[in-house]
């Protein structure tokens, strides 16, 4: 596994955001110390806190990722953030989580954000994942892929690919990773068939430092992302520590 990921919502306050931060990356820097290979973390935090963790980040121990944006470069869209605003702050943007899908969000306007983030040189991180384990499950992940990923050539624009069926999302139990085997197998067949070089793929959805054991085991997977997880430093890091463990 490469990568951990972790997106903290609409949870922290700046002040709580700011001791979090401070807390893993101290942790981060004493690892790499000690002389640990780390994963490539990802630390999406709210948009109100990427101004000051851009001047405080050692970006060779983390990585910031904004967790959404506008497709539109600028203009009146009340309450928006574009890609543009955040070139020069963070590395990443996701893009299509299922709880921004449920408030509206359409295959369409992910295609267009995605293309966006690329357009201003940073890398889309695209969410995909089904409502139910149903017959059709990977199949509605798949649309989700293949639309998402419409304004862009995945040749050559590095893209990564989170796997989060939505019935595991704040659960307290992960997907059974035979279904998220099969899932990342097949989704990666289709990125490979769209002209990936690389297809990477995460996984996300009640993912924590008890669990990760077990999808760290996955090698078809590339990394986990987190959410509620990674809000309490102490627990990100032993999840972190586990990912190494095992990479
Ligand atoms: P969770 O959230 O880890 O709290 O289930 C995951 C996500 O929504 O990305």
């Not at 967790?67 to 543009?84: D, F, L, V």
């Not at 999840?239 to 463990?245: F, K, R, T, Y």
């Amino acid at each position: 596994m490469k990568y951990v990921l972790s997106s903290w919502k609409m949870y922290p306050t700046v002040d709580q955001a700011h001791e979090s931060f401070e807390a893993i990356q101290a942790g981060l820097h004493e690892r790499a110390e000690r002389g640990d290979v780390l994963p490539r973390v990802i630390l999406c935090p709210p948009f109100l806190s990427l101004v000051p963790f851009a001047s405080l980040v050692d970006r060779h121990l983390l990585a910031l990722g904004a967790q959404n944006c506008h497709w539109e470069a600028e203009g009146p869209y009340t309450g928006e953030i574009s890609a543009r605003m955040l070139e020069g702050l963070v590395e990443y943007v996701l893009v299509g989580h299922s709880e921004r899908r449920a408030a509206g969000e359409t295959d369409e306007q992910v295609a267009k954000k995605v293309a966006a983030v690329a357009q201003h040189g940073l890398t889309p991180v695209l969410l995909v994942g089904e409502d139910d384990p149903g017959e059709d499950a990977i199949l509605r992940s798949e649309e989700q892929l293949r639309q998402g990923l419409s304004g862009i050539d995945v040749g050559s624009q590095e893209v990564l690919v989170i796997y989060e069926p939505n019935w595991a999302i704040g659960t307290e139990e992960t997907a059974p990773t035979s279904h998220v085997r099969r899932a990342v197998v097949h989704l990666k067949d289709v990125l490979a068939d769209m002209g990936a070089t690389e297809p990477t793929i995460l996984y996300g959805g009640s993912v924590n430092d008890d669990n990760v054991d077990e999808l760290a085991g996955l090698d078809v997977l590339d990394g986990v992302g987190a959410g509620r997880a990674s809000l309490d430093a102490g627990q990100f890091l032993r999840l972190i520590d586990q990912v190494a463990e095992a990479m």
